[in-house]
């Protein structure tokens, strides 16, 4: 199957500079110290200047040390916008409820696995990158298997069953044996998404679980393991790689 194209999340260094070119750039820090210079200009009042410099800096200062405004950078830089429904854009709100469990819970972990390394004194490029790349598999996984539970719950087998048995009664054996080999297909189906949904969650468990050794790293602020967690993680994203191909649901 072919991979998505690369999405690299950025490193703290170029959110840094992503914060300061927003705070350097506002509209409002703008505006302000550049009508403090027309004042200096118009009145004749070169110290006036110097005020505008200072009103600049200090707006800048405050954009840049501003909680809210960091998040929004933050966003912008992490390809979150308002109203978007997270990486791929597959909202979960469509998926069926055991589906979207597991992908909201991807995603929650995928979330505070970057506060952590965001929060650490290491970079942990790597592992924040190959979480990424988990997730969005993830993602594709969920898709897939929401087609085939789409496909299962239009299915009545009870029904179909039912007609088995009455056909059987009635000697037709031949096309009993034909709504015998469609309730087969289906039980092969449902038995397909059911260990989806368990693959899914054992997936998540393992994410938990590197999530945990990652902050033991961070909190001793030890880079040696970050390999191991990346290959760890890479290891859960085949995982799901090969779940996806599985899948696979009528047309």
Request: no cysteine; charged share 25%; proline share 4%.
């Amino acid at each position: 199957m072919p991979r998505p194209p690369d999405r690299r999340p950025p490193t703290r260094s170029e959110l840094q500079r992503a914060l300061a070119v927003h705070a350097l750039s506002r509209p409002v820090t703008l505006t302000v110290s550049a009508a403090v210079a027309v004042a200096a200009i118009v009145l004749g009042a070169p110290w006036l200047l110097v005020i505008a410099l200072i009103v600049y800096a200090g707006l800048a200062a405050l954009t840049f040390f501003d909680e809210a405004e960091a998040e929004r950078v933050g966003d912008a830089a992490y390809g979150r916008r308002q109203g978007t429904v997270g990486p791929g854009n597959v909202d979960a709100g469509t998926l069926a409820p055991e589906i979207r469990a597991q992908l909201d819970a991807a995603r929650a972990e995928q979330a505070v696995i970057v506060r952590t390394i965001t929060e650490s004194d290491l970079s942990f490029a790597d592992v924040r990158d190959e979480v990424a790349e988990l997730v969005t598999a993830l993602e594709g996984a969920a898709s897939r298997a929401q087609r085939l539970h789409a496909y299962l719950v239009t299915q009545d087998r009870a029904a179909l069953r039912a007609r088995i048995a009455q056909l059987q009664r009635g000697g037709d054996d031949a096309t009993a044996a034909a709504l015998r080999g469609q309730d087969t297909e289906l039980g092969r189906l449902d038995g397909m998404l059911r260990s989806a949904h368990g693959e899914m969650e054992q997936v998540n468990a393992s994410l938990r679980t590197v999530h945990a050794r990652l902050v033991g790293l961070a909190v001793s602020s030890q880079a040696s393991g970050e390999a191991e967690l990346v290959g760890d993680v890479r290891e859960l994203r085949e995982r799901v790689d090969v779940l996806t191909e599985g899948l696979e649901a009528p047309a």
